[in-house]
């Protein structure tokens, strides 16, 4: 059974940290991008950064440029957002994603095969 396995989450004053993982089983995602997108309460699920299956192309959405990292362990089947200088606006579910094209990610394509079930992140003022 493939799963992608979302930990890291939590309660965070602004302008702290938080790094979020996203653990992949079930099958080898060495030749997938992967990623991040997250959905804030009344609102449209979003995308936030995803990466290519080399590691080698990271991408992000304006509003978290500068401030989060998302990086990869291939060999481990992981990702990792590094979120620094977190604002109450970044408050949301977080859910890692894979598909076989970061473009895919990026416009929450409706070829995005993989999903974790989130984790959630909230950012107090």
């Known amino acids: 059974q493939v799963q992608l396995v979302e930990s890291g989450g939590g309660l965070v004053h602004s302008g702290g940290s938080l790094r979020l993982s996203c653990q992949a089983s079930?099958?080898?995602?060495?030749?997938?991008?992967m990623g991040w997108l997250r959905q804030a309460p009344g609102k449209e699920r979003e995308f936030v950064a995803a990466?290519?299956?080399?590691?080698?192309?990271?991408w992000y959405t304006n509003s978290v440029k500068g401030r989060f990292s998302v990086s990869r362990a291939t060999a481990e089947n992981t990702i990792y957002l590094q979120m620094d200088s977190l604002r109450p606006e970044d408050t949301a579910i977080y859910y890692c994603?894979?598909?076989?094209?970061?473009?895919?990610?990026?416009?929450?394509?409706?070829?995005?095969?993989?999903w974790g079930q989130g984790t959630q992140v909230t950012v107090s003022s």
């Open positions: 994603a894979a598909a076989l094209n970061l473009n895919t990610i990026a416009t929450m394509g409706a070829n995005i095969e993989y």
């Open positions: 079930g099958r080898t995602f060495n030749r997938y991008a």
């Open positions: 990466i290519t299956w080399d590691g080698r192309i990271p």
